[in-house]
Each structure stands twice: as structure tokens, then as C-alpha cells.
């Protein structure tokens, strides 16, 4: 079944026949003027819409999701009334998901920097190089490789200081 934003009642267009520029431009009588001047006026919002309707926030976030937004909720809740509730919002969605994008940044660069896998354990990410590539037209080009057998796969046990 398609999805369908009317719920599948078909669709009535509230502004009318003039909802077009170009519909009002081609004519429109003083009724229709009358009609379209009370549409506009109706879309205006009183003082106490939205109306906030008591518990319908705790009826539509379960106790674990309101946790996890109760920071910024509370930091947002006072900026309402100077950035208005959409643009509050949207500022509120994009700090968590810069804050979740850093904490992951945070986490990954720990991670490499203090769980290398070295000879002291069998985990963590193992960072190798590859050899460096020579050309024959490079004057360093045979490069030999002066590793002794035992450099081989030491994993820092040589520098290690213990």
C-alpha cells in the first residue's frame, strides 16, 4: 500500500482557487478579494497558540529518550522566546549531532593514541607502513631495506623502555 500524507481522504485545498500568483493576477472579484484578505487574516496565530497541552510530551517521549534529551532541552527552553520554536529547534538538533560527531572524534583519536597494539598486547588497531616506493628514475633506486632479521615485526619491544 503507497503511503499517503492525507491519510487516503482526498485532499481539499484550504487557501482556495487563488493560491497561485498567477490565478490572482489573471482576476479576481471583490469576493474574491473579501475571501482571500479573511484567509490571511485566519492564518495568523492568536497569543495563546500553539497551545501546550498538559503531559503531552511525557505521553509522547518514553522516560529513556526525555534522559537523554533533558540536557538540551533545558539549554534550548529559554532561547524559545528569542529565536522562536522552530529556529530553537533546529539549533538544538544540530548541537546534539555536532556534540555526537565530536564525542566521536574525541573517542576515535583515543583509541588510536592509547590502545596501539604493540608487543605488551594482542588487541588494538596494528598501524603498519607500507615500504616506501623508488622508481628506477629516482637516484636513491635500490633502495635495500637495513632492517636485521630480528627488526622484523618487533612491534616497539626495542624502545620499550622496560
Known sequence: MAHSNTGGV??????????????????????????????LKDQVLAESEPAIVPGFYEARYNPIRRFYRWPLDTLFKPLVPALGYQR??????????????????????YYFKYDQNDWTRK????????????????????????????????????????
Open 88 to 109: 530553537a529547534a533546529k539549533y538544538r538538533w544540530f548541537t546534539g549531532k555536532f556534540g555526537l560527531v565530536a564525542i566521536a572524534a574525541y573517542a576515535t583519536w
Open 123 to 162: 588487541g588494538g588497531w596494528r598501524v603498519t607502513q607500507s615500504k616506501e616506493m623508488v622508481t628506477p628514475n629516482d637516484p636513491r633506486f635500490p633502495l635495500v631495506s637495513h632492517k636485521e632479521g630480528a627488526d622484523y615485526a618487533v612491534r616497539g619491544f626495542k624502545s620499550s623502555p622496560i
Open 10 to 39: 482526498k485532499a481539499f485545498p484550504i487557501e482556495g482557487p487563488f493560491k497561485n500568483e498567477r490565478t490572482r493576477l489573471a482576476g479576481m472579484t471583490d469576493a474574491d478579494r473579501a475571501f482571500r484578505k479573511q484567509w
